[in-house]
DNA sequence: CAGCTAGGCTAATGCTCATTAGCCATCACA
DNA sequence: TGTGATGGCTAATGAGCATTAGCCTAGCTG
């Protein structure tokens, strides 16, 4: 006996649950490992072979957990895209004025950008690899989240708060610089998530114009808590 | 007669040259039609095919005027990153001070990624299509170009004239959101070109905090040196 | 007008893949 | 102990694709 398979191969069976692992586990286990092959690899380049490998089992057993490939890439992306929007409507929840709504959608764009950073840059490099219903959905999705931005900025300018040339351009350059974010930041570099989210939220208020107590300008980083 | 090939095709034989079309242009159609589908489908996802389709001709007829596929694309990327750090080195030319000196950088930065949205958008999508010699050499170079940004940054900060908690995050940010521009710029839309390049010409000098006389603000004329 | 070259074309070639088919062992549970 | 479900595995299947081979015509050159 041995490998029951009868196959030529001298791999032996291996135990089907090497831990505790029921089944949801297992899931999320090749959607962590097709997530970070996409990420390195890019969607078209990874094979299901490369994904199974990731996890322990073959190819072909992972259709015993998911339906497609394109249903892996489309579970990533859509998750991503709604979590962001989660975070967003949470960060503004309870904040008074623009200038606070601002700097706490900000900060949770950059936290969200930093700590899933694979996820953001999937998200933002594979749009064109979705198929159809998925991809109009995902930029649906999206552009309520550059809405609420950009909606927010024209807030503030219309109540004098911000000073601004052009809301649509500032509330990009602002959502922009945080995709960046993405693609070059390391969990144990220069600076932590926290930190990050803190700067670019000052990055963002200088950008609309905004006065506010902390960052004076001249001098600028004295005064912060 | 007609179609001479003897295939069960009933296509005719195009004449070779529709317009006098020296090779070189028609090497240069064939670039183009590669950007612009790379660009909409992604490089995977693009085939031969499709390119001699957008050209006219069939797919393996291509390979009389490219060695491969790869071959495009790296020309196409690396073509890219030269120009970005020569419209650099242009823009810097001759300006004094590191505040115009950063406008000018931000404005080139800006208009490339505008008038040539295509090149920059595939030239920061495709990087892991890259095989290895090339990508090395495209980071190398891109680090070059970041490189000018983030020591531009630094001066004016030791200088006096510029105010950042963190040069690197703040060069970050403005190259970021330069790079954003590719993905939604569109030449017929709400600003041009140049309009463009003077609005994140400020936002750039906003976010390092350099005081400057044309974009006053709310009272942010007041400390100007 | 002979012949070379450039640049098309069709038809292989030889992969690589996603996905399906069909088989089997383990295990929870009766 | 028997049995059904779960989740592995190997071996198709079928398609798509980059690239190569080999052929052919038109047009220039002499």
Redesign the pocket.
Known sequence: ?G???????E?P?????PEG???AD?RSAIRQAALRLFAVRGY?????????AA?????????????????LLAEIMMGTMERLIADNTAAVAGADGVGERLRRSVEAHIRYHARHRLEAFVGNREIASLVQPEQDRLLQRRSVYERRFRELIERGAAEGAFHVQSARIASYSILDMGIGVASWFHEDGEYSVDQLAYQYGDIALRIVGARHPDLPGEGGATGHA
């Open positions: 006996m490998s029951a398979q009868g196959g030529p191969y791999r069976h291996r135990p089907a649950r692992t029921p089944a297992r078209g380049a990874t094979t299901m072979t490369d994904i199974g996890v322990g089992i073959r190819g072909p057993s992972l259709y015993k957990h998911v339906a497609s490939k394109h249903e």
